[in-house]
């Protein structure tokens, strides 16, 4: 009933504070009430959380397409923008009870699913609220998203890249200070990162595997969207266009395995844990070789740009000798259990500066100006330029040198 009131109400109160910010008033409510699951004792605790709750959830409910179409600026993109966040949220609540009952586990340990609830609630946080700034302060100059800087793209991977570091880190050093327990999962004498995962650390494994998988993903589109836009130098040929996509459902299956695995940990679901961490490998490997001949082949064409050819070296050199210790790990894991071990943990960390080499790709965007007459973009200078090479026709430069000696 509360949710009801929620879906009713907010129209009528975003008229008068408008729809990004009575969202964002949802979204950090419903964060702190999931939170506060973990300190419910009473009956009437429960009841009152329940229907406060209920209200800010429907608030935002009903507020996820009015968000969506004030963000866009043009009208024929609604329907596609839609379609691609309701698949992303559709996943999202497909997965979220399963992870929830995994954690909450047959003693009923309510405080683990609370947290990983609310703390994927309120890293939503940034998105609803520095994408309508953007627009809003964009807006103020005449111009729209396009005229952002590279910095706001290079927050998606640096943050990725900080959370996975962060949260191996943290399970790393909690590892060590225990005293190097033995866990129940755990067959040598070095714990795994699924074996520390699945112990009271379950939660902070499973949101920062969550973020990571999302990060990855979103990194791989922003950078189709860009070169699509040309803020990033075009892709000239349909290959390159082809290995992109094919890159970017790469990641798609290791987001989902990923996330899947830190759900079905290695110490209650064995069997599933081991196909999860197959799919996220083998997702994350088939993106690693998309990528790296994407790059190739777009430093092939663009060899005067000499960012593509050290954004390439970067991602074979770390991408190869990830996929190297990957293979290694798959003999290690069943024949050599400590090796395989000490390998995770560098193939984890390692993964981290494989995530870094997409924010070095996106400090590459370039400003574009985009005003109600159109957008401009790089893409058909460039291909003008080449064409008129190959016709024999002399570029801009060259006719300006030319009037210039006449």
């Given at each position: 009933?509360?949710?009801?009131?929620?879906?009713?109400?907010?129209g009528?109160?975003?008229?008068?504070?408008?729809?990004p910010?009575?969202?964002?008033v949802?979204?950090?409510?419903?964060g702190?009430?999931?939170?506060g699951?973990?300190?419910?004792?009473?009956l009437?605790?429960?009841?009152?959380?329940?229907?406060?709750?209920?209200?800010?959830?429907?608030?935002?409910?009903?507020?996820?397409?009015?968000?969506?179409?004030?963000?866009?600026?043009?009208?024929?993109?609604?329907?596609?923008?839609?379609?691609?966040?309701?698949?992303?949220?559709?996943?999202?609540?497909?997965i979220?009870?399963p992870?929830?009952?995994?954690?909450?586990?047959s003693n009923?340990?309510?405080?683990?699913?609370?947290?990983?609830?609310?703390?994927?609630?309120?890293?939503?946080l940034?998105?609803?609220?520095?994408?309508?700034?953007?627009?809003?302060?964009?807006a103020?100059?005449?111009?729209h998203l396009?005229?952002?800087?590279?910095?706001?793209?290079?927050?998606?991977?640096?943050f990725?890249?900080?959370?996975?570091?962060?949260?191996?880190?943290?399970?790393?050093?909690?590892?060590l200070?225990?005293?190097?327990p033995?866990?129940?999962?755990?067959?040598?004498?070095?714990?795994y990162?699924?074996?520390?995962g699945?112990s009271?650390?379950?939660?902070?494994?499973?949101?920062?595997?969550?973020?990571?998988?999302?990060?990855f993903?979103?990194?791989?589109?922003?950078e189709?969207?860009?070169?699509?836009?040309?803020?990033?130098?075009?892709?000239?040929?349909?290959?390159?266009?082809?290995?992109?996509?094919?890159?970017?459902?790469?990641?798609?299956?290791g987001?989902?395995?990923?996330?899947?695995?830190?759900?079905?940990d290695?110490?209650h679901?064995?069997?599933?844990?081991?196909l999860?961490?197959?799919?996220?490998?083998?997702?994350?490997?088939?993106?690693?070789?998309?990528?790296?001949?994407?790059?190739y082949?777009l430093?092939?064409?663009?060899?005067?740009?000499?960012?593509?050819?050290?954004?390439?070296?970067?991602?074979?050199?770390?991408?190869?000798?990830?996929?190297?210790?990957?293979?290694?790990?798959?003999?290690?894991?069943?024949?050599?259990s400590?090796?395989?071990?000490?390998?995770?943990?560098?193939?984890g960390?390692?993964?981290t500066?494989?995530?870094?080499?997409?924010?070095?790709?996106?400090?590459?965007?370039?400003?574009?100006?985009?005003?109600?007459?159109?957008?401009?973009t790089e893409?058909?200078?460039?291909?003008?330029e080449?064409?008129?090479?190959?016709?024999?026709?002399?570029?801009?430069?060259?006719?300006?040198?030319?009037?210039t000696?006449?």
């Amino acid at each position: 009933m509360a949710n009801l009131v929620g879906r009713v109400t907010s129209g009528y109160i975003a008229a008068f504070t408008g729809v990004p910010n009575l969202t964002i008033v949802a979204t950090i409510a419903s964060g702190i009430l999931i939170l506060g699951m973990i300190g419910l004792k009473s009956l009437a605790s429960v009841v009152v959380l329940g229907v406060i709750y209920g209200y800010f959830s429907g608030v935002y409910i009903a507020m996820y397409v009015p968000l969506v179409a004030t963000l866009t600026s043009d009208m024929s993109e609604l329907g596609a923008r839609m379609g691609i966040c309701f698949c992303i949220c559709g996943f999202g609540a497909l997965i979220g009870a399963p992870i929830s009952g995994a954690l909450l586990g047959s003693n009923y340990t309510w405080w683990k699913p609370a947290l990983f609830s609310g703390s994927v609630d309120l890293h939503h946080l940034p998105s609803v609220t520095v994408f309508p700034s953007i627009k809003s302060s964009a807006a103020m100059f005449g111009y729209h998203l396009s005229t952002q800087s590279h910095r706001l793209f290079v927050l998606v991977p640096l943050f990725t890249a900080f959370i996975w570091f962060a949260t191996l880190l943290a399970m790393f050093l909690t590892w060590l200070i225990s005293g190097r327990p033995k866990y129940v999962s755990q067959e040598g004498k070095v714990a795994y990162i699924s074996d520390v995962g699945a112990s009271f650390l379950k939660p902070l494994f499973a949101v920062g595997c969550c973020i990571t998988g999302v990060g990855f993903f979103l990194s791989l589109v922003l950078e189709r969207l860009l070169r699509h836009r040309g803020r990033l130098v075009p892709s000239m040929r349909r290959r390159e266009r082809v290995l992109e996509v094919l890159a970017i459902i790469g990641s798609f299956i290791g987001m989902w395995g990923l996330i899947l695995l830190s759900g079905f940990d290695t110490k209650h679901h064995t069997t599933l844990h081991r196909l999860f961490l197959l799919m996220f490998a083998t997702g994350v490997i088939l993106s690693v070789i998309f990528t790296v001949l994407e790059y190739y082949w777009l430093a092939q064409d663009y060899t005067d740009v000499c960012r593509l050819r050290r954004a390439y070296l970067a991602k074979a050199i770390i991408g190869g000798i990830l996929i190297v210790l990957a293979i290694a790990f798959g003999f290690t894991l069943y024949y050599a259990s400590n090796v395989g071990g000490v390998i995770e943990w560098i193939i984890g960390f390692g993964y981290t500066f494989y995530l870094l080499t997409f924010a070095y790709d996106l400090r590459m965007t370039k400003l574009t100006l985009r005003k109600e007459g159109g957008e401009m973009t790089e893409r058909s200078q460039i291909l003008q330029e080449i064409q008129d090479n190959q016709n024999g026709i002399p570029s801009g430069e060259e006719k300006a040198v030319g009037h210039t000696q006449v």
